[in-house]
């Protein structure tokens, strides 16, 4: 069974661990940045997470455990409070982080962080709690909109030339991480299985 609690500092090697390891997967496939350099990225970006776990003010993050596997670590979630809705002004919170376990997609544990998230913005006084995903990252965006996330914005690129516009690079398929994981997962269907 999954159950939610606060983190503690003796989480920070998991959260810096899967946030390394999942990064790739909020790469848009448009963009031709190699992987190791935003995990590079995220990596210094983490660097102030001991300062979160103790700024509950600024920070809520908080671990999924599976207690049939002794407390198992199967995913976090980061959440920074006081954030403002850029075309209302509302104050609300916004998911820094989330990142589950591979071995746990498909059994709550993203949504039952979600959800606790929901309960925690609620008690300081958020009415929205907001995310990004990536475009081309289909199963994280259907995940959301199974929690309950209603898409309100569209964020739009276009790549730039000495002459204007230009084609965006795009990445080589191996480094798209979402669609090799959906390409992985696919091929271990059982046969006769459908999806």
Known sequence: MIEIRRAGLADVPFIRELSLEVVGQGIPEQRDIPT???????????????QWITRKRDFAILVAVDTEKNNEKAGFIII????????????QSYIFNLAVRPEY???WAGHRLVWEACKVSNQRGYRYMTSKVTASNERALLS?????????????????GPEGRVRMPGRPFAERDHAVTRMLKSRKKKPGETT
């Open 36 to 50: 190791a350099e935003v995990q590079e990225l995220c990596r210094q970006g983490l660097q102030e997470l001991e």
């Open 80 to 91: 920074e409070f006081n954030h403002t809705e850029e075309s209302t002004g509302e104050k």
């Open 105 to 107: 997609w498909g059994k």
């Open 144 to 160: 959301a909109v199974k929690m309950g996330f209603e898409i309100e914005r569209y964020q739009l690129t276009i790549a730039c």
